[in-house]
């Protein structure tokens, strides 16, 4: 049974209430949630297997801890995940990152999928599917599914605010995959908004309406 992990660090909670803040710019924006992801992914990395390994130091022999295992791989939903994708390889520069493009159909409001590009060993790697906003889940779910469907075993999930309602049906659909939570929301409004949120964080990220 995969986790579920509500972030509770000082510093997550602030960087969370800035973004929220309606004149909040998209410069300010953009860099803060590149934090936040960053803070989330030192939390989310906390169970990678170690390994010990000999080397020298300038006085002697000794050994020290290596991350042993899966090699890693982040995965934004595009396209508001690409923000949280610098921040996480502040933390694991030597990760692979492959993209996934979703839609909304209008009419059955389904996700769609049109761009998938991955590792060609994604099958191997430790995944971290990011997105900032995890609100009905039907996307965090369609990726998900994606890649189990190419093999991928070992999922995480990571987003900055959830509603319960996502959360609920992400944990219903994958309850192999750990999910690590910025903020967790009151609730969805009738447009499928997260409230209280804080807007379209793609729109916020890349400045566009």
Do not use: W
């Not at 209430?17 to 989330?40: H, P, V």
Request: charged share 25%; net charge negative; glycine share 8%.
């Amino acid at each position: 049974m995969g986790k579920v992990v509500i972030m509770d660090h000082p510093l997550i909670q602030h960087k969370i209430g800035l973004i929220r803040r309606i004149e909040t710019g998209t410069k300010d924006f953009r860099e803060t949630i590149s934090e936040i992801a960053t803070l989330i992914c030192y939390e989310a990395t906390r169970d990678l297997p170690l390994a010990d390994v000999e080397i020298e130091t300038p006085i002697c022999k000794t050994t020290v801890k290596e991350l042993r295992g899966r090699k890693l791989c982040v995965v934004p939903i595009l396209r508001a995940g690409l923000g949280m994708v610098d921040g996480m390889l502040t933390l694991i520069p030597a990760a692979r990152v492959g993209h996934i493009g979703l839609y909304r159909d209008p009419e059955t409001l389904q996700p769609v999928e049109y761009f998938c590009k991955m590792p060609a060993d994604v099958s191997e790697r430790e995944i971290f599917v990011v997105d900032p906003m995890l609100a009905t889940g039907g996307s965090a779910i369609a990726a998900i599914q994606m890649l189990k469907d190419r093999g991928c075993i070992k999922i995480h999930f990571m987003c900055i605010i959830a509603a319960p309602e996502g959360l609920k049906a992400l944990q219903e659909a994958h309850p192999d995959v750990d999910i690590y939570v910025g903020a967790l929301d009151e609730k969805l409004n009738e447009h499928k908004y997260i409230v209280p949120g804080l807007g379209d964080a793609g729109d916020r990220i890349f400045g566009t309406k």
